[in-house]
C-alpha cells in the first residue's frame, strides 16, 4: 500500500466514530460510500440515504 493510501486503514474506525461520515470510492451506500456525484448529493440532501444526516462536515462553516 503505497503512502497515499495509508489513510484507508483508519476509514473503518473513523465511520465508527463518525457515523456521518461518507466517502469516495466505488458505489456502496449501505457502506456510506460512493463516486463524487453520489456524495455531492449526499451532502446537498438530494437522495435519501440510511444512517444518520446530523452532519456534514464538508458544510460546516468555518465562520
Known amino acids: 500500500m503505497g503512502k497515499e493510501n495509508e489513510w484507508l486503514r483508519v476509514v473503518e474506525t473513523l465511520k ?5 461520515l461518507y466517502v469516495f470510492g466505488d458505489y456502496d451506500p449501505s457502506g456510506r460510500r460512493g463516486p463524487a456525484l453520489w456524495l455531492a448529493c449526499v451532502e446537498a440532501r438530494v437522495l435519501a440515504v440510511d444512517g444518520p444526516r446530523t452532519a456534514f462536515p464538508c458544510s460546516t462553516s468555518l465562520a
Do not use: R, T
Request: glycine residues 0%.
Open 16 to 20: 465508527e466514530i463518525m457515523p456521518e
